[in-house]
């Protein structure tokens, strides 16, 4: 077997390995004896090597996620639904930001992938379906742990479904409804009726039925084969018109006259979107 040059200098990457491998003195040998070092196979070059530790950036970002879609949790049980509601919006933008960074900084890795898969269950499967539970459903009885059931699952086959397509999907449309914008579509629904006074005994029985019944609808929409557009193609480092900058300037305006209604009504025209462009495609070959 060959063996390198010792005079061959090592590489940033190859030397931070060989100080992973290596046994630490006092509480990190301990640390080590309690831990495994994570290790995982990549490829460099058409070889592949297998590489020790985790990415830190990236991961960082999927953490937020996660503790914000915990924090959902804890929240709603204790009956501060409007904090809920916007935990799980503070989870989206940490959700958008790991992929991003990570692609950005070429730090995208397996075990990244499978975390970020994991922190979407807990923010945007377990914490809506709580939430909504929490605030409107549980009066309900069976029919109201039933549809917040169905989110779950829904959820989950969805992210399980992204997975094993990851490789082979057009990386310009989602098949089924986003895991974070079927959530946010929740969250806005409880902060709108929040704002309007409509909790516990204010809250009227015919809007839970109601609010039941988009929970259900919601997450079918997650597993049906609906196209979304996954705005993965804009690319974020190249230089765009200065009206571009405009619109932005817009939005965001927009968005702060009334957080709540206009983020509702923004994902439920992006979750109606996949349906429109599905039937204008039926329609289109239905013509040919």
């Known amino acids: 077997m060959d063996k390198q040059d010792a005079s061959t200098p090592k590489t940033a990457t190859e030397q931070a390995d060989a100080g992973a491998g290596q046994a630490q003195p006092g509480s990190t040998a301990a640390l080590d004896l309690l831990v495994d070092e994570h290790e995982e196979e990549v490829s460099i ?86 939430v909504v539970f929490s605030w409107a459903l549980d009066d309900l ?64 029985l015919e809007l839970a039925v109601v ?15 609906f196209p979304y557009y996954s705005f993965k193609s804009i690319d974020f480092r190249g230089r765009v018109p200065f009206v571009v900058m405009i619109l932005v300037v817009l939005v965001f305006g927009l968005v702060t006259v009334d957080p709540p209604r206009i983020l509702l009504l923004a994902f439920l025209a992006y979750a109606a979107s996949g349906p429109v462009t599905q039937f204008f495609k039926w329609r289109k070959r239905g013509q040919a």
């Open 45 to 130: 070059g058409g070889r592949t090597e297998r590489r020790k530790g985790v990415y830190l950036l990236p991961n960082l970002f999927t953490t937020g996620a996660l503790f914000a879609g915990f924090y959902a949790i804890i929240a709603a049980l204790r009956g501060n639904y409007e904090a809920a509601a916007i935990a799980i919006f503070v989870a989206m933008v940490f959700d958008g930001l790991d992929g991003r960074v990570a692609r950005l900084t070429n730090t995208s890795s397996k075990f990244g992938a499978e975390y970020d898969s994991l922190s979407d269950m807990v923010s945007f499967g377990v914490a809506p379906a709580l």
């Open 211 to 225: 609010v039941g019944l988009l929970t259900a609808v919601v997450g079918v929409l997650m597993i049906a084969n």
């Open 141 to 204: 009885g069976k029919f109201g742990w039933s549809v917040a059931f169905i989110y779950v699952a829904c959820a989950a086959l969805r992210l399980a479904r992204f997975n094993t397509r990851i490789d082979t999907a057009d990386k310009n449309y989602f098949t089924g409804l986003a895991s974070p914008a079927a959530a946010a579509i929740i969250a806005s629904t409880v902060w709108v009726c929040h704002d309007e006074g409509w909790v516990g005994v204010g809250l009227p």
